[in-house]
């Protein structure tokens, strides 16, 4: 079912003259990811920030769940979940504790913060003071008080920043998981390979414009402008071919021989559309 969950009409923001976001335009539906692909001073939280009611626009429309993002009433706050920087973990309470906190706060059973606990892979480690978690423990931890209320929207800025390979992959299960489950999930990030993966749909966010938006698969091919074949041939050798009338005779001529070992399309990665729309790098 296609449900609109989050809707941003002609969005401009002003910090004094500094105009950060510039005619935004995206709409988030029920079950799905979104994210905001771009580097550092981009607008990424910022757009985050008036999405959730903390930061008004300067123009245009942001509305969630239905309601204008900047006169939200209370029950709006308990059907989203956030995920940023400042946690507000308590680190002298156990990981158990400031769930069980949160869950009187939002109303919710004891046996939910179990299974919570379960699905970010803390269960082991409910006993331990929060303050004494490695760095993507806290991440997971801040998820799980994210998630605690089963929200229907969850906002996420740069959720794996700066965390190892193993448990960016851990959140990037979770998050699955939870789309799954029908969440509508928004996700920023300045890392590419993330957003290929997780996103369906990605906006390319560079100084406040959205230069480009798609699937990922869309938006690589449509600059798959020279299209080149990787083969590896029997005995070892590679070639890199460009498509033409003669790269096609001789993949023809190795298929019809059996020489062909592999052979792969190589489209741009999300990091080279950048690239080639903004002229710059993500990092
Ligand atoms: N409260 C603020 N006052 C003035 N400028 C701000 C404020 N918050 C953010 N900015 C500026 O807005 C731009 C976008 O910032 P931000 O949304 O944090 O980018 P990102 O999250 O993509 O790194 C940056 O140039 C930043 O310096
Ligand atoms: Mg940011």
Not at 43 to 69: C, F, N, V
Not at 164 to 179: C, F, G, R, V, W
Not at 262 to 282: D, K
Request: net charge neutral; glycine share 8%; hydrophobic share 40%.
């Amino acid at each position: 079912m296609n449900k609109e969950m989050i809707r941003l009409s002609h969005i401009s923001k002003k910090f004094g003259d500094d105009l950060v976001l510039k005619d935004i335009n995206v709409c988030l539906q029920r079950g799905e990811i979104l994210s905001f692909l771009g580097p550092s001073g981009a607008g990424k939280t910022t757009t985050i920030k008036i999405i959730t009611g903390q930061l008004r626009q300067t123009s245009g429309e942001a509305w969630i769940l239905g309601q204008d993002a900047g006169s939200m009433n209370e029950m709006i706050y308990e059907r989203l979940g956030l995920v940023t920087d400042n946690s507000g973990i308590y680190e002298y309470l156990t990981v158990y504790q400031n769930l069980k906190y949160f869950a009187r706060i939002l109303k919710v059973p004891e046996a939910r913060i179990r299974e919570v606990l379960e699905q970010v892979g803390l269960a082991e480690h409910q006993k331990k003071s929060a303050g004494k978690l490695s760095r993507g423990q806290k991440q997971r931890l801040v998820l799980a008080r994210a998630v605690l209320h089963k929200p229907e929207v969850l906002f996420l800025d740069e959720p794996t920043s700066g965390l190892d390979p193993s448990t960016a992959l851990e959140i990037h299960k979770m998050l699955h998981q939870l789309k799954e489950e029908g969440m509508a999930i928004f996700l920023t990030t300045h890392n590419m390979e993330e957003a290929a993966k997780m996103s369906d749909h990605v906006a390319l966010l560079n100084e406040g414009v959205i230069v480009e938006y798609g699937t990922p698969e869309e938006l690589c091919l449509k600059y798959n402008k020279t299209k080149r074949f990787r083969v590896r041939l029997a005995g070892g050798r590679e070639e890199l071919l460009t498509q033409s009338l003669e790269t096609a005779k001789q993949i023809a001529e190795w298929m019809a021989r059996d020489q062909i070992e592999t052979l792969h399309s190589c489209e741009p990665t999300l990091e080279r559309v950048f690239l080639e729309v903004t002229g710059r790098e993500l990092a």
